[in-house]
């Protein structure tokens, strides 16, 4: 049976708390998920997934340094990822403080990895984001995600 993971940095809470709902609402699609700290998961986590979702907070537009030393770890199982479905979600403490471009680091980690990402035409097309503590808007976004992630990796892991 698939399976799925989402892997999360968070400092303030924020993070973690649009993991944890991304994660719920796959487990409530229909995919068994586990929910781990970035300081939690090993590359072997990974290759156990059949979705990784992974989440970051935004350092200077970037994703945060546990989270980009998990990817660079993952350079030793190059190719094993390939197939696999990916998204990525991110949190900051301003409007235009780097959201999109966390995520877009991430998801091209996944893509170089061979992972398939799906898009949503809408509200948040690239990932979830949240400006401060996940409000309402944010919280409904991280459940459609979870949502669509688990749809998808059901059909393409009966």
Known sequence: MANGLVVYYSRSGNTRQMAETIAEAMN???LPTKCK????????DLLAAD??????PTYYGRLAAPVAQ?????????????????????SSANIGG???????????NLVIHGMIIQGDPQ?????????????DRVINQCKRRGARIAELTKKLYP
């Open 98 to 108: 780097g959201n999109e471009t966390t995520i877009q680091s991430i998801l091209s």
């Open 28 to 30: 409530n699609g229909g």
């Open 70 to 90: 998990l990817f660079d770890d993952s350079v030793s199982k190059h190719g094993k990822l390939d197939g696999k479905v990916g998204a990525a979600f991110s």
């Open 123 to 135: 509200g948040d097309h690239y990932g979830p984001v949240s400006i401060g503590k996940p409000d």
């Open 37 to 44: 700290s970035v300081d939690d998961t090993k590359v072997d």
């Open 51 to 56: 979705a990784i979702v992974v989440g970051s």
